[in-house]
Structure formats: structure tokens, C-alpha cells
């Protein structure tokens, strides 16, 4: 039976790691690598594990043009992470069957943002796919990982569109937990000055995930 509440999580003991550093080859919109700023280089990885009380750590990083993250060219990095026994959350983006097969062994769950508007996933993030691109590969993380569906509320410029349709997606395909982000106004992005979406229309959203 699915859980139908709504819950909010603040992953302070999760260390956030970033294979690119603040370098990201999409230059999305909505983060323009804004947000890897924030994250921890992969050369201090190691040594932040060895000094902090971490539950977990998510790897992440700037997409290239295929829309994934340098994952296999790390994967000595997710070798020495599992040492220390944390549960591993990779951010990955789109990656081949044999690329998931080579990173299994280390990896605990995959987070993966599930976009379905065809002209959103080109002038927001920059990649040549499609919604149901998105589709197969969230289902083919999904066959290898537990993995979490990402809906992004208000990538239109803060105003919503394609949610609802993203939800009747998942709807068929009913995932176990559905992770919601809240566009907001971020300096240094094209987004920076757009207004948020509205409270109420975020409450509409958060309504329809739960019927």
C-alpha cells in the first residue's frame, strides 16, 4: 500500500559530493552550476567522510552533453566511499545499461529528475531527449536501483506546466516515493528575478500526486 502523506526531509547528515566540481556543460536555466557550488569537491570527499558524522552521501555533479554525470570515470572515488559503509545516492542522469551495470555494486538508490514536457527539457535543460526518453530511463534506473522520481514544481519560469502530466505518468507506474523541488529565484541563474510559483498552485500540485 502506498503511503499518501506528504513529508519534508532535511538531510543535514548527508554529505554532498560533486565529481565536477562547480563546472556543469548544460548551464540549465534553473541552476546554471549554482548549486555544485555548494557541493564538496570530489578531491576532499575522503577526507570530509573521515572527519564528519555522515549517515549517507549523494554523488552528484554537472551534466555533459548527454545529460550524466563523469560516474564511471570515478568509480574508484564509489569504491573507496563504500568503505566506510554510508548508503550511496548517485544523481546521474542518463546512463547506458552497461554504465549502471559497472556502478551497481557501490551505489544504494538513484535520485532522477523525471521531466515530460518535450519543449521544457530543451530550453530548460539544454538536452536533446524527450518526455518519454525521460520515461525509459527512469524505468531502467528503476529495474537496478531503488530510485526516486524527481518533480521539479515551476521550472516553467516559476509557472507550472507539464506536472500534472508528469504525475499521470508516474501514476502508471507507481513509484514508492515521489521527491518534490520548489523552483525559487537563484542569483547567477536565468531564473534569478522570476517570481516562484504560487503557494496554492504548488498546493494543487501536491494534491493530484496524492489521489
Known sequence: MVEEKIKFFYPNKTLTISLT??????????????????MTPKEDAIKKLKEGDYLSVLVSGGFNEEGKIPLIQNINLLKKIKRFNKKILIHPGFLSPNEIK?????VNA??????????????VYHLPYTGKDFRKEYL?????????????????EGKIKGEFEIIDVLAEIKPSLIVFLVIIPTKGTAFQNIKPPDVDDVYKVFEAARR
Open 110 to 123: 538513484a535520485s532522477f529528475d523525471f521531466i515530460y514536457d518535450d519543449e521544457l527539457i530543451k530550453r
Open 21 to 38: 566540481g562547480e563546472f556543469c556543460d548544460r548551464h540549465c536555466l534553473h541552476c546554471n552550476g549554482v548549486y555544485l557550488k555548494g
Open 102 to 106: 559497472k556502478v551497481k555494486p557501490f
Open 140 to 156: 531502467l534506473l528503476r529495474r537496478n536501483f531503488r530510485t526516486y522520481p524527481h518533480i521539479i514544481v515551476g521550472l516553467d
